[in-house]
């Protein structure tokens, strides 16, 4: 990393791996809401979808959550 960017002070472990984690959590609550029916609406900027596939997607992150405990 100093050889590419010799001024700075950002290291590779704790800086980019804390971004990676965080990432793959991220990247994962949008594939389990988008394989639950989820969509995103770009004119609001919102998600877009029912009540129902809402309930579905938080039941299916606590379920998984629990999972990795």
């Keep these: 990393m100093k ?3 010799p001024n700075t002070d950002l290291l590779a472990t704790p800086h980019i791996t804390s971004k990676i984690t965080s990432w ?5 609550n949008i594939v ?3 394989s639950s029916g989820v969509g995103f609406n770009t004119t609001t900027s919102e998600l877009d ?11 299916v992150r606590l379920i998984l ?3 990795d405990d």
Excluded at 24 to 28: E, F, H, I, T
Excluded at 49 to 59: F, G
């Design 3 to 5: 050889v590419a960017f």
């Design 32 to 34: 389990t809401a988008q």
């Design 49 to 59: 979808c029912t009540d129902e596939q809402w309930d579905a997607t938080v039941r």
């Design 24 to 28: 793959k959590k991220s990247y994962g």
């Design 65 to 67: 959550r629990d999972k």
